[in-house]
């Protein structure tokens, strides 16, 4: 019987270590041998100018999929926003708990609190590339989102569009990973606005580049109905964390 992507991920315990002790290295590595780096110091410390600015174009209650140790849930959370992030992973939620934000430990593809009722959905951090299937993940965020909602994605900083197995390694030598492969997914920008283009269902709002990092926002195609009553900060207010 295969292992779900959100199975295999949780159960990589060099990425439970990496975030418990707030360093690498850390890879995703391919079936070939080919090694992506994963960024554990910039993802467990404080939100940088960079993650800022992107925080700044959330609009209402936010959900960041993939959140990691949390670090821009505590920043919403701290600015007073109503934020939820979900994770597969429990080092993860914990981390995120412990910086001050509310989590859940959850696949995306998973029942979610509030769908249809999130103003803006993050997949930073390379996260658009969650379970190797970009249009089932864009639909799945189109159902959780309002109608007329934001997406702010993370894209790859070259122009790539990919699609593989890959494991959580914690270095460069074969035998340093996890036991199980997930599938994954590599955007980089131009790819990304081809998956959301006509009759996608999106529409761009905007991209930039910051730090060396690509960004794209793109907004839900469906209007909001007058009859749908507006959000508020009980989104999220009876679900535990952790």
């Known amino acids: 019987m295969s292992t779900s992507p959100a199975v295999a991920w949780a159960g990589a315990d060099p990425y439970a270590t990496a975030l418990r002790t707030g360093r690498g290295p850390l890879f995703l590595r391919r079936a070939d041998g080919w090694l992506l780096p994963l960024e554990v110091e910039r993802w467990c410390a404080r939100a940088d100018p960079v993650d800022q600015a992107v ?21 919403l959370a701290a600015r007073g926003r109503t934020v939820l992030g979900i994770d597969v992973s429990e080092a993860a939620v914990d981390h995120t708990v412990r910086y001050g934000g509310q989590a859940l430990r959850r696949s995306v593809f998973e029942p979610l609190p509030g769908e249809g009722r999130w103003d803006t959905v993050l997949l930073m951090d390379g996260n658009i590339g969650i379970g190797g299937d970009p249009h089932a993940l864009l639909d799945r965020v189109a159902g959780l989102l309002v109608p007329g909602g934001l997406l702010i994605a993370e894209t790859a900083a070259v122009d790539v569009d990919e699609r593989s197995e890959v494991q959580v390694v914690a270095g460069t030598e074969a035998g340093t990973g996890g036991d199980a492969a997930f599938p994954w997914a590599r955007l980089g920008t131009p790819a990304l606005l081809r998956y959301t283009g006509r009759g996608a269902g999106w529409r761009p709002a905007g991209q930039w580049t910051a730090g060396g990092r690509r960004f794209v926002a793109l907004r839900s195609r469906r209007a909001r109905s007058s009859a749908e009553p507006p959000n508020s900060t009980a989104l999220i207010s009876s679900q535990r964390a952790g």
């Open 55 to 75: 925080l700044d174009r959330c609009e209402g209650a936010v959900l960041d999929v993939g959140c990691g140790p949390g670090r821009l849930v505590a920043e």
